[in-house]
């Protein structure tokens, strides 16, 4: 069997494997929904009177779609891997010719799948319940790849936490204690001037992902390029942002790899 028909055979037999767990599926869509309502509303007692959600509704569509990229692979990649040492999956994994970084990317692939379509239906409601509006332009089909690349991000960093906690509780609770964190201090629904200056907000691969989104997602964004922008005057901010997302994700994925067990 070909290393790509072992990708592709993987990646089928987890997607239906996500589709038979129906209490999944259902917070998987259902969670991006009350995401909305919850931030929508808060956002819409307070348009342009300053506080926490003071920004135009459009302003926390990146933020909105950080969300789903952010917690769902974590969790439900983690919690694969923490199936997988439970159930000494990987040990019979080893016994055959899927490699583990192979199995690695069937995930991502499954995760990919389900927060695009999580995402759309993330925007639509947003879009259908709140004053925001989408830019038309060219770049905007560039939401695409970011949230490609942030789910791979994030689904080796769920990857990551599954191999080194020793149960499923635990991945859990970590992919919740590192998620918070990230989504708050890097411009999801807080922005920078709000925060204090010596937060490294340019540490964070969230504020890379949240920029990007934002820059071609939201008309009033200003072209804020991240603290690399000073080398370069000729990279527009959502390119420039999706490059160093790149190279986070790639780094990451290598770690993830390097780290699923063999045997357990």
Not at 22 to 51: H, K, S
Not at 160 to 187: H, K, Y
Not at 195 to 213: A, V
Request: charged content about 15%; hydrophobic content about 55%; glycine content about 8%.
């Amino acid at each position: 069997m070909s290393r790509r028909s072992r990708i592709l055979a993987t990646t089928r037999a987890g997607w239906h494997s996500f589709l038979r767990r129906r209490t999944a599926v259902f917070f998987t869509f259902f969670f991006p929904a009350i995401i909305v309502v919850i931030f929508g509303a808060l956002v819409q007692t307070q348009p342009g009177d300053g506080g926490l959600f003071a920004e135009e509704p459009g302003w926390y569509i990146a933020g909105y779609i950080a969300v789903v990229v952010l917690f769902t692979p974590l969790s439900r990649v983690g919690s694969e891997v923490s199936r997988h040492r439970e159930g000494s999956q990987f040990e019979k994994l080893a016994t055959t010719p899927l490699r583990r970084w192979e199995w690695l990317v069937a995930q991502t692939l499954v995760n990919i799948v389900v927060i695009g379509l999580a995402a759309v239906l993330l925007v639509g409601l947003v879009l259908a319940g709140t004053d925001a509006t989408l830019p038309l332009s060219i770049e905007l089909l560039l939401v695409v790849p970011f949230v490609v690349v942030g789910t791979v991000l994030f689904c080796a960093g769920g990857a990551i936490l599954g191999s080194i906690t020793d149960s499923r509780d635990g991945v859990i609770a970590a992919s919740n204690g590192v998620a918070v964190p990230l989504l708050f201090l890097s411009e999801a629904f807080v922005s920078a001037e709000m925060l204090p200056r010596w937060i490294p907000l340019e540490l964070s691969p969230m504020t890379y992902l949240t920029r990007g989104l934002r820059a071609v997602t939201y008309d009033g964004a200003l072209d804020d390029s991240v603290a690399l922008a000073q080398f370069s005057n000729t990279v527009p901010a959502p390119y420039l942002n999706l490059g160093v997302l790149c190279v986070f994700a790639f780094v990451t994925f290598l770690v993830a790899a390097k780290l699923l067990p063999q045997t357990d």
